[in-house]
Every structure is written in structure tokens, then in C-alpha cells.
């Protein structure tokens, strides 16, 4: 590691393109106070918008409606004027992998883009025995260049909208049948009684969510809203790898669980394995943890630490971890290192894993190791990248030129 590597200043992804709303914009993933918007612009009496929002934010996130026809309780001539001017788009399945253990990945292509390169994104449904956790994207490629991070070697393309984090959401209970009936999914032997396939919510995905801070505040507020998708806050995580001055807003305005990419104890190579670390150094970080609001221990920060083998994985690099941390609720998550296509770093030995788990849980910290998920399909912690953003440039232009033709 040389010295110019060490002290060069952090430079953010400037994106490469911006969001072009369509012609007829979505009403997925508005607030109702948007929505009530939307109203107005059909021409519905403010006496009785705040009835109209009620109405469509059931159609769209108890039952899921896909169409205006769908909206039996809503008028035809009031589904015919919103029609005229908005649609239900949500992103486009293009590609579904299912992994050997049950995860699933799905490559989404995003709504409105008709007259450019269409742009993609990737999510994952993990389930396990107690729970079903989505893992959402923030951004078409990333802002930050994490060295061992698969989606962090690609370009920041965009920043996703609310609508296109909260498309996730629905695309994810269309593939899984959540939307159908109690009856429905007794008759086919799915769970009932408050269970359900989407439990968790994990902002892990592409991008870091707080450099895309309205959008992300905006979605979650829609995804937890407990009159529709209903996850609540306690369940759902947003994750930064040090953002550090829109930590304290992020508690004050979202509100969700926090998770805080740390990877490593000394500044010197956060700044190779974290290079955001450069622009707020490890004890502005941790400062920030410290002041995050509702932090308790009911509330702790998840420490995320992915396992590299001879690079930060030694005893000592345990002891000193729990000695950064001494005095946060906290909880710190050991994450065996994904490998993907052309990365220079190797998993720790999971006996080294293990000694390390040991330390970290005899100082007081629950530190769980992350069962690898979807390594199989690339869609594991870490591995996340876009079709697209893997063409080259001419494979690029050529599929521009075939998405106009068509």
C-alpha cells in the first residue's frame, strides 16, 4: 500500500446520468401527500382527496393492483382520468436466478426509459426458517469504491427514485404470491396468520443509500406505512459505509434500524478496503454512532465486518475492534468475504472466523457469522452488479440501438 494510496483525498462518483420521469409517471412508491397531488392534477375536490389517497393506497400496496381496472372501488370515470395521466409501472423481471439454497435474485429493468439505454438494477429475497428477508438497491451502480465490493467496480450511473425502491418491494411479493388472499394461500398451502414470505427489509444492495437520502427516506416511509406494505421500522435496516454527516438525519428523518460497513480497526486501511474512510476517518464515524438518534440497546448499530483472510482478520484486530465499539449499544456482524470474478482478496479460514467470533462474543457482543447466501448466482454480500453494467461499450450500444428499434 503506498503513501499516495494513503493519503489521497476521497473523490464521489459523480453520476453518469440523471433520472428522466415518462411522459405518464407511475403513482408507485408517491407519499400520500404526493398522491393527494396527483389528485388534484385530475381535477378531485380537495374535500375529498385525503378519501381518494386512502382508496388507491390500498389498491396498491394491500392488493397489489397492476392496472386502474383493477380499483372495483373506485369510480370509472375516476380510473379513466387517472389512466389518461399515470400508470402502476413497476420494474421489469429481465432475468431470475434461484440459487441451491433458496435465494433468489432477479435483474429488474426500470420503468420510464423507453428512449435511452435501459437501466438496471439487482435484488435478492433470502428466506430463512424465521424470516424472509429483501435486500433493495439504492442506486444504478454505486458512489463509493469498497475494494472488495463486486458492485463498488462498476460506475455510479443514477440514483434510484422512491418509486423504483418501492418497485422492488412489489415485484418481490408478485414473484412470491403475497399478494393473494387469506383463503387463496391456504388453498395452496402457504402461510397464513401474520406470516409472511417478505419479513425483513435490508438496504444492502447497489449503492449507498445515503448519498440517494430523500429517495431512500421517501421508500422506506412507503414500505413501513402500516396501512399498506406495513414492514415495520424495527425490520428494516439501512446500511452505510460511513456517510458521516447524514448519520444523525438519517435517525432523526428515517428512523430504521442502522447498520455501519466498518470492515476493518485502523485508518490506514480502512482507507484501501473503505476509501469513503479518507473523507471521515474511523473516530468521526464512530462519533456519529454514538450521537445516533433512539440508540439504545433495544436499538443497537449492526458493525459489519467482512472476513478477509491475512488482511484484518487476526486476534489482535478483535481485540481492538472491541475496544473501538466499548461504550455503543452494538451488535457486530462477521460477514465471510463473497468472492467474485477478478477480486484480489481471499475468505478468512473458518477456523480463524470462528477464534475471532470468540473474542468479539466474550467482550459482550452478540457477533454472529452471516451464512453465505447465493454465492452460487453471484448474489451473496458483496456481488451485486448489473447486467448491463458488465457489457462492454460496444455490446452497450449495440443493445441501445436494439431497446429503440424495438
Known amino acids: 500500500m503506498t503513501d499516495t494510496?494513503?493519503?489521497?483525498?476521497?473523490?464521489?462518483?459523480?453520476?453518469?446520468?440523471?433520472?428522466?420521469?415518462?411522459?405518464?409517471?407511475?403513482?408507485?412508491?408517491?407519499?400520500?401527500?404526493?398522491?393527494?397531488?396527483?389528485?388534484?392534477?385530475?381535477?378531485?375536490?380537495?374535500?375529498?382527496?385525503?378519501?381518494?389517497?386512502?382508496?388507491?393506497?390500498?389498491?396498491?400496496?394491500?392488493?397489489?393492483?397492476?392496472?386502474?381496472?383493477?380499483?372495483?372501488?373506485?369510480?370509472?370515470?375516476?380510473?379513466?382520468?387517472?389512466?389518461?395521466?399515470?400508470?402502476?409501472?413497476?420494474?421489469?423481471?429481465?432475468?431470475?436466478?434461484?440459487?441451491?439454497?433458496?435465494?433468489?435474485?432477479?435483474?429488474?429493468?426500470?420503468?420510464?426509459?423507453?428512449?435511452?439505454?435501459?437501466?438496471?438494477?439487482?435484488?435478492?429475497?433470502i428466506p430463512e426458517i424465521d424470516r424472509g428477508t429483501l435486500c433493495l438497491s439504492s442506486q444504478v451502480g454505486c458512489t463509493l469504491?469498497?475494494?472488495?465490493?463486486?458492485?463498488?467496480?462498476?460506475?455510479?450511473?443514477?440514483?434510484?427514485?422512491?418509486?423504483?425502491?418501492?418497485g422492488q418491494v412489489m415485484i418481490a411479493r408478485d414473484r412470491l404470491g403475497e399478494w393473494l388472499g387469506t383463503e387463496k394461500l391456504k388453498a395452496a398451502g402457504l402461510p397464513t396468520e401474520g406470516e409472511r414470505f417478505i419479513s425483513n427489509i435490508v438496504m444492502m444492495g447497489m449503492g449507498e443509500p445515503l448519498y440517494n437520502f430523500d429517495a431512500v427516506r421517501d421508500a422506506i416511509g412507503v414500505i413501513s406505512d402500516g396501512e399498506g406494505l406495513s414492514i415495520s421500522k424495527r425490520r428494516i435496516t439501512l446500511s452505510t459505509s460511513g456517510v458521516v454527516p447524514m448519520i444523525e438525519r438519517a435517525g432523526a428523518e428515517i428512523g430504521c434500524m442502522l447498520a455501519v460497513s466498518l470492515h476493518a480497526v485502523r485508518d490506514e486501511l480502512r482507507n484501501e478496503l473503505v476509501?469513503?474512510?479518507?473523507?471521515?476517518?474511523?473516530?468521526?464515524?464512530?462519533?456519529?454512532?454514538?450521537?445516533?438518534?433512539?440508540?439504545?440497546?433495544?436499538?443497537?448499530?449492526?458493525?459489519?465486518?467482512?472476513?478477509?483472510?491475512?488482511?484484518?482478520?487476526?486476534?489482535?484486530?478483535?481485540?481492538?475492534?472491541?475496544?473501538?465499539?466499548?461504550?455503543?449499544?452494538?451488535?457486530?456482524?462477521?460477514?465471510?468475504?463473497?468472492?467474485?470474478?477478478?477480486?484480489?482478496?481471499?475468505?478468512?479460514?473458518?477456523?480463524?472466523?470462528?477464534k475471532f467470533s470468540e473474542v468479539v462474543f466474550n467482550a459482550g457482543y452478540a457477533s454472529p457469522v452471516r451464512t453465505p447466501r447465493g454465492r452460487d448466482i453471484l448474489a451473496a454480500c458483496g456481488q451485486l452488479k448489473s447486467a448491463t453494467e458488465k457489457l462492454s461499450a460496444r455490446e452497450r450500444i449495440a443493445l441501445r440501438a436494439m431497446t429503440m428499434t424495438d
Request: one cysteine or more; aromatic letters at 8%; a positive charge.
Open 275 to 354: 476509501p469513503l474512510n479518507r473523507k471521515y476517518p474511523i473516530a468521526e464515524l464512530l462519533k456519529a454512532c454514538r450521537g445516533y438518534p433512539g440508540l439504545s440497546n433495544a436499538r443497537r448499530i449492526t458493525f459489519e465486518y467482512v472476513m478477509l483472510k491475512g488482511v484484518n482478520d487476526s486476534i489482535a484486530d478483535a481485540k481492538a475492534l472491541i475496544q473501538l465499539l466499548r461504550g455503543i449499544p452494538a451488535k457486530i456482524n462477521l460477514i465471510p468475504f463473497n468472492p467474485w470474478p477478478g477480486s484480489q482478496f481471499e475468505c478468512s479460514d473458518w477456523e480463524q472466523i470462528e
Open 145 to 166: 469504491t469498497c475494494t472488495f465490493c463486486h458492485t463498488g467496480t462498476q460506475r455510479l450511473v443514477r440514483n434510484l427514485t422512491a418509486g423504483e425502491i418501492v
Open 5 to 125: 494510496l494513503q493519503t489521497a483525498p476521497f473523490v464521489e462518483k459523480a453520476p453518469l446520468e440523471h433520472y428522466v420521469p415518462p411522459a405518464k409517471p407511475s403513482l408507485v412508491g408517491l407519499t400520500r401527500a404526493e398522491l393527494a397531488d396527483a389528485m388534484a392534477q385530475v381535477g378531485i375536490p380537495e374535500n375529498q382527496r385525503k378519501m381518494r389517497v386512502q382508496q388507491l393506497w390500498h389498491w396498491l400496496y394491500v392488493r397489489g393492483a397492476r392496472d386502474f381496472d383493477a380499483m372495483t372501488s373506485v369510480s370509472k370515470d375516476l380510473r379513466a382520468l387517472l389512466a389518461g395521466r399515470f400508470t402502476l409501472a413497476r420494474p421489469e423481471v429481465v432475468a431470475e436466478q434461484v440459487s441451491a439454497d433458496g435465494t433468489r435474485k432477479w435483474l429488474l429493468r426500470l420503468p420510464g426509459e423507453a428512449d435511452a439505454r435501459p437501466h438496471e438494477v439487482e435484488c435478492v429475497y
